[in-house]
């Protein structure tokens, strides 16, 4: 190839190098400096807010820059991104902390007017059908000559034939512009044959679209709703986030997800939740996951799959050592599956939210897991593990696992057996340290007057702490007394404690007999080490 027409593009910069300046932003709004002295020094969340929003508006602007010189080399882009991102970060530092409860801000201030002209969004109105004149008054603006809109959310709308056939040609138009179309909840009401030929419609209009986000949920799809989007989902390569949340995917329409989309390189985010996927069609999924490298945030909730296709997403995760956020509750993994996913974990260090309730994982796959994350995801900020049968002998290593993750934020074992005896063990673990948790979930555990007394003393002092459960347990009237006399300085943290039965303890089979058996068990546990089952 002659040199002369060989140029390298500088311009748009990879996802990579759009999340390190962000980081970058962060580190510096929180370390202190002159201007931070003067003007009070951000919090992290605060930081990490306003880093996000700059690095938004700072692309939109190189964007657009971009788009009217796209024969260059972006060179000019980049240096526009790099002076506006400066520019913005010294407005922030100047503004100083915000509290939620005042005004927007700067940053927010410019990225909603942004928003305003590269948004467009009617699903704010009323639920509606939309007859074809509506169709025409209501997307006109799409039409106006010189629009830069580059996201639009249909959702909320239910399209018939005659409306979509307007909006076809409109959305055409656009094809060259368009990054982000959500299409949730669009034919709602409609009939199964009107329905696809509305989705063909859009399918085809949008056609080429080189888009990063795309929104199909709760349009109870199934394997015809997705083949309807043939044309649609052949055409994106670079998608970053992929939603098929409620959309009745079977195993066939699954097996259509990763036949249609021809290349997921680029995948962030891919949802699933409440559909009908079964151990089949997480076998589909799986391969999709596989092709995923750069996925940070993978939900396949509620959608049947069973322990073998709980294995073959767990080995498939493997794949994604990028991974921030995993959420895989509600399905039937069981032990087998829960020991796959904890052999993946630990290799995967970047995790900071997992979400594993209701799974079926017992005692055995609880500990295989708890003992994984102990050694592995030093960032992790929220563990659920609710609904998982688990009893006082996987106590040690979950208590051993949140001892060493000292970022936690959200804990929820609720719905599981722990008694006593557990709730003990995972307070001591949450006494020292834990500056930043916020809640605690010990809900429906048979937990007595001890282990609430416990939880209760564990986190009564941890600053920003805003939740406490540990209703649905067996404490008894004076247990139940003693932890709001805990609580008297901010009794709005105690969560409702209208479902305890203070005689459930009766009724436990396993209940030592005579003695005060409360006071004897912590006496016992008092001093004991924590430390991971060998």
Known sequence: MDSAGFSMKLWPPSLSTRLMLVERMTKN???PSILSRKYGLLSKEEAEEDAKQIEALAFDSANQHFDKEPDGDGSSAVQLYAK????????VIKRGPQTKES??????EKVKASDETTTFDISKGRRDFISAEEASELLKPLSEPGNNYKRICFSNRSFGVDAAKIAGPILSSLKDQLTEVDLSDFVAGRPEEEALEVMEIFSSALDACDLRYLDLSNNALGEKGIRAFGALLKSQKNLEELYLMNDGISEEAAQAVCELIPSTDKLRVLHFHN??????GALAISKLVKHSPALEDFRCSSTRVGSEGGVALSQALGECRNLKKVDLRDNMFGVEAGIALSKVLSIILSLTEIYLS?????????????????????????LE????????KAAPALAACIAAK???TTLKLGENELKDEGAILIAKALEDGHGQLTEVDMSTNAIRRAGARCLAQAVVNKPGFKVLNINGNFISDEGIDEV??????????LGPLDDNDPEGEDYDEEADEGGDNENDLETRLKDLDIKQEE
Request: overall charge negative; charged content about 25%; glycine content about 6%.
């Open 406 to 408: 000292q970022f936690l």
């Open 385 to 392: 593990m609710e609904g998982n049968d688990i009893t006082a």
């Open 84 to 91: 506006e991102s400066s520019k913005l970060m010294l407005e």
């Open 358 to 382: 209701y799974l079926n994982l017992e005692d055995e796959g609880s500990i295989a897991l708890a003992n994984a994350l102990k050694e592995s995801v030093p960032s992790l900020e929220v």
């Open 484 to 493: 709001k006399d805990i609580f008297k300085n901010s009794l709005h943290v």
């Open 103 to 108: 005004a927007e801000g700067i940053v927010s």
């Open 275 to 280: 559909n009908m996927t079964g151990d089949e």
């Open 29 to 31: 709004l929180i370390t």
